[in-house]
């Protein structure tokens, strides 16, 4: 089965900008871009770290606080209220960037996406070089796939070249990314297997199991006990 890496999806054409970056102009590039934050890149190529709407609307959220920081302020608290007195991308920007590489794929960006509170994540090479960039939307063009393309890959994938089963054997129907598969396997414990790995198939959405079996090899006889679920 073709793993999807973030190779596939991320967009190569990244809207950046420098640690020298104004504040203003970091504000019209995003709106110019309809993007939510840009990569701050070294002169080498390397993201040093990321400017987002949120890092610059601190600057709004301390109009009229007093300039200085309390004793007992929080850390976070803080960095907020520096960040509110920057002018440039080197002093606004989130900084070690969270980032990943051309080669993982779409499920760990989502993971780390989710776990980091982020909607987009610069793609780097083993260098640190900003290649491109993933955002939450890019990850969800795997189920922008076509469903005979989805049935293609299941048939030929799953079945025939993974598990060894003849397509006479399951039907799979494929509607708007649901695949449903019927039939009849020799094993019980095959279904469960068969689901797995067309779950695991690229876009798609949901799988309705309507197979069946001759053999149920889930069970020992001589205990009645379940042994595999």
Same mark, same amino acid.
């Given at each position: 089965?073709?793993?999807?890496?973030?190779?596939?999806?991320?967009?190569?054409?990244?809207?950046?900008?420098?640690?020298?970056?104004?504040?203003?102009?970091?504000?019209?590039?995003?709106?110019?871009?309809?993007?939510?934050? *840009?990569?701050?890149?070294?002169?080498?190529?390397?993201?040093?770290?990321?400017?987002?709407?949120?890092?610059?609307?601190?600057?709004?959220?301390?109009?009229? *606080?007093?300039?200085?920081?309390?004793?007992?302020?929080?850390?976070?608290?803080?960095?907020?209220?520096?960040?509110? /007195?920057?002018?440039?991308?080197?002093?606004?920007?989130?900084?070690?960037?969270?980032? @990943?590489?051309?080669? /993982?794929?779409?499920?760990?960006?989502?993971?780390?996406?989710?776990?980091?509170?982020?909607?987009?994540?610069?793609?780097?090479?083993?260098?640190?070089?900003?290649?491109?960039?993933?955002?939450?939307?890019?990850?969800?063009?795997?189920?922008?796939?076509?469903?005979?393309?989805?049935?293609? /890959?299941?048939?030929?994938?799953?079945?025939?070249?993974?598990?060894? @089963?003849?397509? /006479?054997?399951?039907?799979?129907?494929?509607?708007?990314?649901?695949?449903?598969?019927?039939?009849?396997?020799?094993?019980?414990?095959?279904?469960?297997?068969?689901?797995?790995?067309?779950?695991?198939?690229?876009?798609?959405?949901?799988?309705?199991?309507?197979?069946?079996?001759?053999?149920?090899?889930?069970?020992?006889?001589?205990?009645?006990?379940?042994?595999?679920?």
């Amino acid at each position: 089965m073709k793993r999807w890496s973030v190779s596939d999806v991320m967009t190569k054409d990244v809207v950046t900008v420098t640690t020298t970056a104004h504040y203003k102009d970091i504000v019209e590039r995003l709106a110019s871009h309809a993007v939510s934050a *840009v990569p701050v890149v070294a002169d080498d190529g390397r993201v040093v770290g990321v400017v987002s709407e949120a890092d610059l609307l601190h600057k709004m959220e301390f109009v009229g *606080v007093e300039p200085y920081a309390g004793f007992l302020e929080r850390k976070q608290r803080r960095t907020a209220r520096a960040k509110s /007195e920057a002018d440039a991308a080197g002093a606004l920007m989130s900084t070690p960037a969270i980032v @990943i590489t051309p080669a /993982e794929s779409v499920t760990t960006a989502a993971k780390l996406m989710d776990a980091q509170r982020v909607k987009r994540i610069p793609v780097v090479d083993r260098n640190g070089r900003l290649v491109g960039i993933v955002s939450r939307r890019d990850l969800l063009r795997v189920y922008l796939r076509d469903d005979d393309a989805i049935r293609a /890959e299941v048939v030929n994938d799953v079945l025939i070249r993974t598990l060894w @089963i003849v397509p /006479e054997i399951v039907t799979v129907d494929v509607d708007r990314g649901v695949v449903s598969l019927s039939g009849t396997v020799q094993q019980r414990s095959t279904i469960a297997l068969v689901v797995r790995l067309v779950e695991c198939v690229a876009g798609v959405v949901d799988v309705k199991d309507h197979l069946t079996y001759h053999h149920d090899d889930t069970t020992d006889p001589s205990r009645g006990r379940v042994v595999f679920r």
